[in-house]
T-cell receptor, first 120, second 115 residues
Framework: GAGVSQTPSNKVTEKGKYVELRCDPI?????LYWYRQSLGQGPEFLIY????????DSGLPNDRFFAVRPEGSVSTLKIQRTERGDSAVYLC??????????????????FGPGTRLTVL | GNSVTQMEGPVTLSEEAFLTINCTYT??????LFWYVQYPGEGLQLLLK?????DKGSNKGFEATYRKETTSFHLEKGSVQVSDSAVYFC??????????????FGSGTRLQVQP
C-alpha cells in the first residue's frame, strides 16, 4: 500500500518568508508526527497529532512554527518569518493509534521521504 | 530521560565483511527498539524492530537482539554489500503522558562498503 508522502521534496525560500510543508499519512493511521533532522544528526521531535488535535507540541522550537491537521488525515507544518537556522530536512511519520487499540504495533512509526528546506 | 548512544562513524568495510554497529540505551520501563536506515538522498526506512527482551529483529540479512541486561541492541550482518552503504539510526520508543510514542534516536552511524 501507499506509504507516507510529503510535498514538496525540496523547498528553497528567502529569510523572512512563510512556508508550508505537507504530509499525507498512511491510510488508517490516526497518529501523525513531525520531526526535524539537521545535517549529521538524528531526527528531533516537533509535534504529535492524535486525530485532528495536536496532543503534544512540546518539540516546536518557538511560536513561528505551527501545524494543523483539520480533518485528521493530511497535516501541514507552517513556518513563519523563516530564518537560516530553520534549514533542515522536515520528516513526517505516522502510526496506529497509541494505547490499547494499537498495542505494541503503535510503537512503530513509518516515515515519509522528507522535505528539504533551505532558507537563504 | 531517555537516550540512545551508538558508535560514531564512518564505518568503512570491504564487501562481504562482518558488520557490527553498537547501540546502547537508557530508558525507564520497557521500550520498543528499532533500527532505521537512511540511504543517500532518501528518508528513513524501518529496518527491523524488537518489542520485548530477548526478541531478535531481522530483515535483509541484518539482525539485532534486545538485551535488557546490557541495555543494548547491536546491529549485525554477516556479509555486507556495497548497496548497504547508508546511515543507520538506532531508536527507542517510549510512552509519554501525552499519549504519544516518543521516538528517541541516536546520532546515526554512516556505513561505507567498498567493492
Amino acid at each position: 500500500g501507499a506509504g507516507v508522502s510529503q510535498t514538496p521534496s525540496n523547498k528553497v525560500t528567502e529569510k523572512g518568508k512563510y512556508v508550508e510543508l505537507r504530509c499525507d499519512p498512511i491510510s488508517g493511521h490516526t497518529a501523525l508526527y513531525w520531526y526535524r533532522q539537521s545535517l549529521g544528526q538524528g531526527p528531533e521531535f516537533l509535534i504529535y497529532f492524535q486525530g485532528t488535535g495536536a496532543a503534544d507540541d512540546s518539540g516546536l522550537p518557538n511560536d513561528r512554527f505551527f501545524a494543523v491537521r483539520p480533518e485528521g488525515s493530511v497535516s501541514t507544518l507552517k513556518i513563519q518569518r523563516t530564518e537560516r537556522g530553520d534549514s533542515a530536512v522536515y520528516l513526517c511519520a505516522s502510526s496506529l493509534e497509541p494505547g490499547l487499540a494499537g498495542g505494541r504495533e503503535a510503537d512503530t512509526q513509518y516515515f515519509g521521504p522528507g522535505t528539504r528546506l533551505t532558507v537563504l | 530521560g531517555n537516550s540512545v548512544t551508538q558508535m560514531e562513524g564512518p564505518v568503512t568495510l570491504s564487501e562481504e565483511a562482518f558488520l557490527t554497529i553498537n547501540c546502547t540505551y537508557t530508558a525507564t520501563g520497557y521500550p520498543s527498539l528499532f533500527w532505521y536506515v537512511q540511504y543517500p538522498g532518501e528518508g528513513l526506512q524501518l529496518l527491523l524492530k524488537a518489542t520485548k527482551a530477548d526478541d531478535k529483529g531481522s530483515n535483509k540479512g541484518f539482525e539485532a537482539t534486545y538485551r535488557k541486561e546490557t541495555t543494548s541492541f547491536h546491529l549485525e550482518k554477516g556479509s555486507v554489500q556495497v548497496s548497504d552503504s547508508a546511515v543507520y539510526f538506532c531508536a527507542l520508543s517510549s510512552y509519554m503522558d501525552t499519549g504519544r510514542r516518543a521516538l528517541t534516536f541516536g546520532s546515526g552511524t554512516r556505513l561505507q562498503v567498498q567493492p
